[in-house]
């Protein structure tokens, strides 16, 4: 739970800026969230929030906790307070939230990739870690950098043909997509963004039905953005392939016992198989 606000002093009504700004926190829809302000509560003070510059019923506390049913879209949030002889509000800063996802019949898509096991990463193009099929183990997706073997903490032996719930390296209620899941998605269509084209960080490509248009930060309604974080090899966790291309896992293993995965580049965006020891990034849906 982040805390940011910072209150002005004076005894006046403020208004807060509430354009278009950076976004202060992503988070994946379904996800609770609670605001916190840096100014502790006084004794007497009358508190209010305001999103979107509208006033919301009932969220008269000192802090805010955006409700977990909040649909993908971003969000400015406003805390107001008065106390003493103050008639008038007094407004904090203006925090922005972006909750971010894309929703394909019944199944939401995560906005973000795994971060630490049961994490998600803080932002749409940020690469989070990589993991091996079957197996919640999270590693680098930098670090040691392309071409390197990874070290001993590279595990190569068998980790099953299916993905267990207790190795689910998703946070809970969100599991890995299968192969059918991808194809529902690659199937709306995707777009490929290089570093810094369309807001986003590193290259990778956007998906979704406004997948040719949106962009980061706030402007992904009914989109997400995959970065191409490249892959672990199999044999020693070397990297290869980063910033090139993206490989994200299916919970699906085909008829030669081999997983199928999500594999694209700036030319396209395809299903393919992989062996089970490679390392490739995880999207979750639920």
Not at 27 to 41: C, L, V
Not at 96 to 120: E, I, K, Q, Y
Request: hydrophobic share 35%; charged share 10%; glycine share 10%.
């Amino acid at each position: 739970m982040k805390k940011l606000f910072v209150f002005l002093l004076v005894c006046l009504l403020t208004v807060a800026n509430l354009s278009a700004q950076a976004v202060d926190k992503f988070i994946s829809p379904g996800t609770a969230f609670t605001i916190n302000s840096t100014a502790a509560a006084s004794a007497g003070s009358t508190y209010r929030w305001l999103e979107n510059g509208d006033v919301i019923p009932n969220a008269t506390a000192a802090n805010y906790t955006i409700p977990s049913t909040k649909t993908p879209g971003t969000y400015t949030y406003v805390r107001q307070s008065k106390s003493g002889d103050c008639s008038d509000w007094q407004g904090s800063n203006a925090y922005t939230v972006s909750v971010v996802g894309l929703v394909v019949g019944s199944t939401t898509w995560a906005g973000m990739n795994v971060d630490v096991p049961n994490t998600f990463a803080a932002s749409p193009d940020a690469y989070g870690q990589v993991y091996q099929f079957n197996r919640k183990v999270g590693y680098h997706a930098t670090s040691p950098g392309s071409g390197s073997a990874y070290g001993s903490g590279w595990i190569t032996d068998f980790p099953g043909y299916s993905w267990s719930d207790e190795e689910n390296p998703c946070p809970s209620g969100w599991h890995v997509p299968s192969e059918g899941d991808w194809e529902a998605l690659n199937a709306i269509g995707s777009s490929w963004a290089n570093a810094g084209v369309r807001g986003n960080a590193v290259a990778g490509r956007f998906f979704g039905f406004r997948s040719a248009s949106c962009s980061l930060p706030n402007d992904m309604a009914n989109c997400i953005f995959l970065p191409a974080v490249g892959y672990r090899n199999s044999n020693d966790g070397a990297l290869y392939s980063q910033g090139f291309e993206g490989y994200y896992w299916s919970s699906t293993v085909n008829s030669t016992r081999l997983p199928t995965r999500l594999n694209f580049s700036s030319s396209n965006s395809i299903l393919s198989e992989s062996g089970l020891m490679a390392g490739h990034s995880v999207r979750c849906i639920k």
